[in-house]
């Protein structure tokens, strides 16, 4: 299933709604028309209530969208292409195709963002005064009002010193500059988001026993998502540092074993499958490579039928999508792996078959060289 929603193209950038919004934004407005407006604005009946709760969280929307906007711009002045934004729970996330290149950048790209919530807090102050004012219906003053507290409560979470939010990375960016070692950086503010995280878990589990239902889901919901937001990024920097410049060629497995064109899949099963216990094999034929049999193409065929069927009417035939040389990056491996689905990489050379990687040799690969680097 698709975790994303197109909802338009802004400034050249593809703007995405991740799927829990749409639960974030019903959590929203229930809790408001319920809760804040009621309190606000008794005079008003329910259906009142309602429409300000939905026009304010489509305001409040807007509002998270000009927070990532200003994010981008300044990455976009910086030379940093931006994939595209993907609104989560309070805020977004801005994809970068490469990390900000050094602290000052990251510093004046993480400060963006809630400049914009204050700004935004700033203007709808004024528009409730100006309001109040021209004797504007006392509603509109609520909803003023309402996305100027919100505006004010994103800046100030953001600011919060755990990474990766926008505070979590101009912490990062000044440890980044004082110990010259992003990764460093990246382990301390990353390590420091996590622990907000749990605190964020802790209380609103305390919540939820002593009887707030609402703000505690909130809470916990916003932690679990800070905390693996918090993990997945420093998972990529580490991996980013430790892999990179590291060739294919000097890891691959280079004894590999292949299978004959011909064979029928009973002997398949028995002779490679159950004896090497590995999940594909390269299919060879006179010395050619032909293509990859996973255990998985054999499974889609009726038992009845394996001793008729050869291994090469099966298999995926080479195509780009599996094979690499031993001169590419590790970093570029693993990011084909990741697509092609299968979990290997054919190392060819000169049309030959001279190694196999997997998934699972590079996280080797990055685990060993995360304990020798510490
Ligand atoms: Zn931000």
Known sequence: MKKNFHLATLFNIPIEINYSWFIILGLIVFSLAQGYFPYTDPELDISAHWLMAFISALLLFASLLAHELSHSVVAARNKLPIHGITLFVFGGVAHLEKEPASPDVEFKMALAGPLMSFTLALAFFGLAKVFGWLGIPKPFISITNYLLLLNLVVGIFNLIPGFPLD?????????????????????????????????????????????????????????????????????????????????????????????????????????????????????????????????????????????????????????????????????????????????RLLVIEDQKLIGIVSQRDIMRLFQFKAEIEG
């Open 167 to 343: 505070g979590g990375r101009i912490l990062r960016a000044a440890l980044w500059n004082f110990y010259q070692d992003v990764r460093k950086a990246t382990a301390i503010a990353s390590a420091l988001g996590k622990a907000f995280a749990f605190l964020l878990i802790a209380v609103g589990f305390l919540e939820l026993i002593t009887g707030s239902l609402i703000s505690g889901i909130w809470l916990i919901f916003i932690g679990l998502f800070l905390q693996e937001a918090a993990d997945t990024s420093y998972r990529q920097v580490a991996m980013k540092k430790l892999l990179s410049g590291i060739r294919v060629g000097s890891f691959m497995t280079k004894n590999v074993i292949t299978v004959p064109a011909d064979i029928p899949l009973d002997r398949l099963i028995d002779e490679f499958f159950f004896k090497y216990r590995h999940a594909s094999f390269p299919v060879i034929e006179e010395d050619k490579l032909l293509g990859l049999i996973t255990l998985h193409d054999v499974k889609d065929i009726p038992r009845e039928k394996w001793g008729e069927t050869a291994a090469k009417t099966i298999m995926a035939p080479i195509n780009k999508k599996l094979i690499t040389s031993k001169e590419t990056d590790a970093l570029d491996a693993l990011a084909k792996l990741a697509g092609n689905g299968i979990g």
